[in-house]
């Protein structure tokens, strides 16, 4: 009998397939699309270990499933190449980040293509490419051409370490989200897409995808929408008007401060000539370092300082002290806040600083208003919390009466109505090398004129130094040749843009490039797009549930106004896996020297089928779990018996007169329930519980073998056996191709036609109903899986075991467990 040999059987069916050319797809109308993507990856240095492999192999299983069941699946895979890990490496040994990126991408394609990964190779795309970045470049053009990317100066994050800006996003914890690197702030002239313009649509239609709530809410919470009045005030003692944001006007007789953010640019002005202008400038100095270290905010421990000033309260609650606050943000509302006791940070504060509070809001409980009368706890329900005042609400639900007062207080002329966003713009500079550039070029006759279409792209030059100046330029502003050239508009000399755009830039548009690769016309043809786009299914960690997904969102929406294409949200369902952990439980990382990489798995002659297998028999697709040496054993020993059973199969020939109708019927039976089981379950993604059925299958199959030879039922054992590959190939695509061609198939397995089940067989099918009298268990019964509650009350009655414990005794009541027992009470 022939053994199990993963070594020879894996490289064969992958050159097979390369040639083949077996996953490659076109625009077929005939079949129902499905497009099938894992996130773009980056092609490190480091090797691709079982953590990724685990992404990839969930996507696999999906792609393999549906072209199965008759789609037309696009499944393709690229590289997204520009960034910070290859230029800082190129910095360290000298080796270009062309030269690197071009030798990590030939790693990393040799590892997924031995992992047996089923991908339309021939649209490989990379981000590094002239040919790739050139639409990148003509995307960034269309958005300057919509007044979305603008430049100006700001005060941003920037990363000593890494020597370039951090948009918000990428700042974790005070830290650059690349290296670790504490940030700190600094004034550049930089680059930004409007993102905010569109933060109504980016929260409103999350409601149109299939999405989980917690990637929503993230999602939802960074974009920070509320709604609130803006109050104008003129400052005690001063000319300066400021405008203050109050998201819980209802209760706007409950004033009593305003906070200001420590970085908002009126602070300045607003303290010059205070006696402690000093003190209040450097405290909030020292506030915005906090934040850092703290990760933006930390409301626990809220800080601040008197500015010194009062604004006049324009509804009658006299002067109101001015405080800087840590937890005012300058970019939310107008970066100064009314506060009151009905909000829990301002409550916390004023009871901190022993500001007055005044509450004029109450629940209906008398005894829990007493409470908030003595400030004793802060109230904040602005649904059903019960007025005191003005007057006109007196007594009113704050919930019911937020339409009056919005009248009331435009009527009075007192406030504005405006809508406030946490998210800030996008900020798309960076001061690196290794990214596509900025199609730009500054005139001093013409200020920031495009680059013409014809002249795209914009190619990266070769340098000799990748190291940043630190000053705030790139590289690039080293090299004459680059910068120095010609106004398009006057002709007239002028200097390129040496700012290189956010990584996420590239990777905001990639699956719609996909769709048409190899377009050197336009960015992609509007009918490949509306065939294939959107994605169906986009796989990948929560781990971008800020940054790309937004961003890519945002793209999607602006080429959807500019009739590019017909739809505006990327991807219809989005499908975030849980990690791979190392076998002690910690996250696999090489800094810690706990990874595993499947090459040395594969070369201990497991194979990648059993990795496969073990990465979705190993937990739920959706929840982390650790790495284990022993469930890998396991899935190769399934391997293995499923490969026995079959070539036990082939040694056999069928016995004269060779038929027994009742082994048919068990054998069917097994596998057809089977097929529903696994088609359910991959129709759900319950990838374990998939698998877990397989390996009961393979478990059933080998008792009825063991209970008769294979020469009986010869016919049967051979349609089943090939049912039960096909249901394996999703997962272990080597090895069931493998035994597909053992049994003298035609064509590939992978796209045979997926198997039906018999459903009138499964009816048929019998379940174990236990049967007691009183509780205690008196036998067993086999019935049909469809039996009714009369029928199995009927057999236990008289079930000759059963029968002797009602000897006697009248039945009192008689209970029924559909599927599971009958109990008698006597």
Not at 331 to 351: L, N, Q, W
Not at 385 to 406: H, M, S, T
Not at 559 to 580: Q, S
Request: hydrophobic share 35%.
């Amino acid at each position: 009998m022939r053994r199990y040999n993963p070594k020879q059987i894996e490289p064969k069916w992958q050159t097979v397939w390369e040639k083949s050319k077996i996953y490659e797809v076109t625009e077929d109308k005939s079949q129902p699309k499905r497009y099938v993507l894992e996130y773009f990856p980056y092609p490190s240095g480091a090797a691709m270990h079982v953590g990724h492999v685990r992404n990839y192999t969930i996507g696999d299983a999906v792609a393999r499933y549906a072209r199965m069941s008759g789609s037309n699946v696009l499944h393709p895979m690229g590289w997204d190449g520009f960034g910070l890990p290859a230029e800082n490496y190129a910095i360290k040994t000298g080796i270009s980040p062309q030269e690197a990126v071009a030798k990590n991408v030939e790693n990393f394609k040799q590892q997924l293509m031995q992992m047996g990964f089923s991908y339309d190779w021939s649209r490989e795309i990379n981000s590094t490419d002239p040919s790739y970045y050139k639409w990148t470049q003509w995307l960034f053009l269309l958005l300057f051409e919509k007044g979305l990317a603008y430049q100006q100066e700001s005060s941003q994050w920037w990363c000593p370490n890494d020597k370039t800006v951090l948009a918000d996003e990428q700042v974790e914890n005070g830290r650059c989200w690349r290296c670790g690197h504490e940030v700190e702030r600094k004034s550049l002239k930089q680059w930004f897409f409007k993102i905010r313009d569109y933060a109504d649509r980016l929260e409103k239609d999350l409601d149109k995808v299939n999405w989980s709530e917690s990637i929503k809410s993230m999602q939802r919470n960074w974009i920070g929408r509320s709604e609130g009045m803006v109050f104008t005030s003129p400052v005690k003692d001063m000319s300066l008007k400021i405008k203050t944001f109050s998201a819980h006007f209802e209760a706007f007789r409950a004033d009593t401060f305003v906070v200001i953010a420590p970085d908002h640019p009126l602070l300045a002005e607003l303290v010059k000539g205070t006696k402690d202008e000093k003190k209040v400038l450097s405290f909030a100095d020292k506030i915005l370092k906090k934040r850092v270290a703290q990760g933006f905010t930390d409301e626990e421990h809220v800080e601040g300082i008197f500015t010194g000033r009062y604004i006049k309260d324009p509804v009658g609650n006299d002067d109101l002290p001015i405080w800087v606050a840590s937890y005012a943000l300058a970019h939310y509302g107008t970066g100064i806040i009314k506060c009151s006791a009905h909000d829990e940070r301002d409550f916390k504060f004023a009871k901190k600083y022993g500001i007055k509070l005044k509450p004029v809001l109450f629940p209906p409980d008398p005894k829990q208003a007493e409470k908030i009368r003595r400030l004793e706890v802060c109230y904040s329900d602005m649904v059903h919390g019960i007025l005191a005042e003005p007057e006109e609400f007196k007594g009113k639900v704050a919930g019911q009466v937020r339409p009056g007062i919005i009248k009331y207080l435009l009527k009075n002329k007192l406030a504005e109505p405006q809508v406030s966003y946490k998210i800030r713009d996008w900020l798309i500079s960076r001061q690196r090398y290794w990214g596509a550039p900025i199609p730009i070029i500054h005139c001093p006759k013409h200020g920031a004129v495009p680059v013409p279409d014809s002249d795209l792209p914009v190619v990266l030059p070769e340098v000799k130094s990748y190291e940043p100046s630190g000053d705030g330029r790139s590289p690039l502003a080293r090299v004459p040749e680059f910068v120095n050239t010609q106004c398009p508009v006057c002709g007239e000399p002028a200097q390129r843009e040496t700012d290189t755009m956010d990584g996420f830039a590239c990777s905001s548009w990639y699956f719609l490039r996909f769709a048409d690769p190899h377009n050197d016309k336009k960015a992609f043809d509007k009918s490949k797009v509306d065939f294939w786009l959107p994605v169906d299914d986009y796989i990948g960690g929560a781990e971008h549930a800020v940054m790309h997904l937004l961003y890519a969102r945002f793209w999607t929406k602006v080429m959807y106004d500019g009739k590019m294409i017909d739809f505006d949200e990327p991807f219809t369902t989005l499908r975030n896996h849980g990690m791979i952990l190392a076998p002690d439980g910690q996250k696999m990382s090489k800094s810690k020297g706990n990874t595993i990489e499947p090459d040395s798995i594969i070369d201990q002659g497991y194979g990648a089928d059993s990795i496969r297998l073990m990465e979705l028999f190993i937990g739920p697709w959706n929840q982390s779990a650790a790495w284990s040496v022993e469930g890998l054993g396991g899935t190769f020993r399934f391997l293995q018996r499923t490969w026995a059973l079959v070539q036990e199969f082939l040694e056999t020939s069928p016995q004269a007169g060779g038929h027994n109708a009742e082994l048919e019927t068990q054998i069917t039976r097994v596998v057809s329930r089977t097929i529903k089981k696994v088609s359910q379950d991959l129709g759900t993604l319950s990838l374990n519980t998939a698998i877990a059925a397989l390996m009961e299958c393979v478990n059933e199959l080998y008792k009825l073998k063991s209970d008769h030879n294979f020469g009986l039922a010869h016919k049967t054992w051979h349609q089943s056996l090939s049912n039960l590959i096909q249901l394996l190939a999703p997962f272990a695509p080597h090895i069931t191709e493998e035994m597909w061609q053992d049994l003298g198939h035609d064509g590939s397995v992978h796209i045979s036609r997926w198997p039906t089940w018999d459903e009138e067989l499964l009816k048929e099918d019998l379940l174990t109903i236990a049967v007691q009298v009183n509780g205690k268990l008196r036998g067993e019964l086999l019935l049909p899986a469809d039996v009714s509650e009369a029928e199995a009350i009927e057999a236990a009655q008289k079930d000759e075991r059963v029968a002797k414990n009602l000897e006697g005794k009248k039945i009192k009541k008689s209970i029924y467990v559909p599927g599971r027992l009958v109990n008698l009470v006597v």
